[in-house]
């Protein structure tokens, strides 16, 4: 949707008027639901840290499209439990297990697969890589920071404070883009996945984002990004023409194997543990 948002318009105009779009719907949506919206020092904190998935994220992202397919910027972001290891490893102090250690490396590996092999037909560029790099980066930075701020805040009002700052940080950016503003109403398909991008991944995905914040461990949530690239990748092959060779998918079944290995352990409590409930419950 990103992608397709920003062919009939410039990519910072899109990010800016999806955010300008999505606060007015979010304020509205507190006021409908009658959710408290607190500004208090806390608060206001914890909203912007949660900026930081949102503008701080999505601007590299927007800035990959020129670089990118939508599918390997889908895959980036599967990268995302990754960083959220090292991050909790030399900011937070967490301890990592030498299997995720290998498990980086090998997912390391098959990204470094996929750009060697992606050339101008796959839209697979350095440039894009190391930003979709600062975005993952900054998407799970923001995790552990808010759940570091530990405000006590709704999710619903959280998710329309960190729209807020972004909103604030995106008019910043106006007078740099001024010059690429639109003149015209977007395509139809630009203006649809505009909606859906503000509908989608503003507001429903922010809201079910910053629950799942409060109730579950950083590195947890940042899993749920290993669910879609190559889901993500078929899509655009699909409805995008994107050119997909069989090297980007042996280099995304590697990185993928790499946060299976990075997981193992996680993933092998999980299933014990519902064993155990399992029997619990027919006993």
């Not at 949506?29 to 999505?58: C, T, W």
Request: aromatic content about 10%.
């Amino acid at each position: 949707a990103i992608v397709w948002s920003v062919e009939d318009l410039y990519l910072m105009w899109a990010l800016v008027i999806r955010l300008l779009i999505a606060l007015p719907i979010a304020a509205l949506l507190l006021i409908i639901l009658k959710v408290k919206f607190p500004l208090n020092k806390i608060a206001l904190h914890s909203y912007f840290a949660g900026s930081f998935s949102l503008i701080g994220s999505q601007i590299f992202t927007y800035a990959a499209t020129s670089y990118l397919s939508s599918g390997i910027i889908a895959l980036m972001f599967g990268l995302a439990p990754i960083m959220a290891g090292l991050i909790g490893r030399f900011i937070f102090k967490q301890q990592l297990q030498s299997l995720q250690w290998i498990g980086m490396l090998v997912a390391v590996g098959g990204l470094a697969i996929i750009c060697m092999n992606g050339g101008s037909e796959q839209r697979i560029h350095p440039i894009g890589i190391a930003l979709m790099l600062m975005s993952v980066s900054t998407y799970a930075l923001s995790i552990f920071w808010v759940k570091k701020v530990n405000a006590t805040v709704e999710p619903m009002a959280q998710a329309t404070g960190s729209i807020l700052v972004s909103t604030l940080m995106a008019l910043c950016l106006i007078p740099f883009i001024w010059q690429h503003a639109p003149d015209h109403i977007p395509e139809t398909k630009s203006l649809l996945a505009l909606l859906y991008t503000v509908v989608m991944a503003s507001l429903i995905a922010m809201f079910c984002y910053f629950k799942l914040v409060q109730n579950i461990k950083a590195t947890t949530l940042s899993l749920t990004n290993v669910m879609t690239p190559m889901f993500a990748m078929l899509l655009g092959a699909l409805l995008n023409n994107e050119s997909l060779s069989l090297m980007i998918f042996v280099g995304a079944s590697i990185l993928l194997f790499g946060l299976f290995l990075y997981f193992f352990k996680d993933l092998r409590a999980s299933r014990e543990l519902a064993h155990k409930v399992k029997i619990s419950n027919k006993s």
